[in-house]
């Protein structure tokens, strides 16, 4: 699971003993196809990195902004490290899907025991909320605004 965990964009330029402290804090979960592993307004504990399968990331109901979740290098369910931790968007599988879940809890605590390292995965995660951000906008510019009716 290191190799998987190291693989993570949220936990790019981190050390291997950091990684590993991450990895002794996390657990292998599995979802049939059609399953929802969060719903957008629940609350945020975890943060998941795709092994294998497919998430989609819906962040509207009426109007859907999709946002597909691959093996690569993804994280999703970042809300989880950023107050109010609310979940943004409803995650479901599309395919049968295995992921690794971690804690906010055991982040954080590993965040704040090794401040240099902490910085690095806060610095990632900056990132991938911009480019998810702009992913979003992109998305609405080519396919409209949502209506609010």
Known sequence: MLEIIGEADLFEGVSQGILAEIVRESEEVTFDAGSVIYRVGDASSHIYKLIEGSVELVMME????????????????????????????????????????????????????????????????????????????????????????
């Not at 970042?78 to 107050?83: D, N, R």
């Not at 409803?90 to 025991?113: G, N, Q």
């Open 62 to 149: 009426r109007h859907v902004v999709h946002l597909t979740v691959t093996p690569s290098g993804q994280i999703f369910g970042w809300s989880a490290l950023v107050q109010p931790y609310i979940r943004m968007a409803t995650a479901r599988c599309t395919a049968p899907t295995k992921a690794v879940r971690m804690s906010r809890d055991s982040l954080e605590r590993i965040i704040e025991s090794h401040p240099h390292e902490g910085l690095t995965i806060l610095k990632n995660l900056a990132r991938i909320i911009t480019y998810r951000l702009r992913d979003a906008y992109t998305y609405i510019h080519y396919y409209g605004k949502p209506n609010p009716s």
